[in-house]
């Protein structure tokens, strides 16, 4: 059964008032697809931006490491080196 067959069966047993709420009901159907999709897609960019986020705060808490270590190694050398052994 094809929509304008829909509508004429609707419209014999319901007049005008039957034809709007089918009209309305599809619309609605519509529309909640469509949030549906809108929402997904939502999700997915936020997932992808929390994941970039994620990352990026992993590498620069990798960095802030390797620096303390570089420079508590560059310390120690120039403690042996000037012959300066205390703390």
């Known amino acids: 059964m094809g929509n304008l067959s829909l509508l004429e069966y609707v419209g014999g047993l319901g007049g005008i008032a039957g ?17 549906r999709e809108d929402r997904r897609f939502m999700e ?6 929390i994941k970039d986020y994620n ?5 620069h808490q990798d960095a802030v490491i390797k620096n303390a270590q570089v420079m508590t190694e560059l ?4 403690k ?8």
């Open 75 to 78: 310390i120690t050398w120039l």
């Open 19 to 35: 034809v709007l709420a089918i009209l309305i009901f599809f619309a609605y159907r519509y529309l909640v697809g469509q949030m």
């Open 44 to 49: 997915d960019r936020l997932t992808g931006i």
């Open 80 to 87: 042996m080196r000037n012959g300066s052994h205390r703390d």
């Open 55 to 59: 990352d990026v705060c992993r590498a």
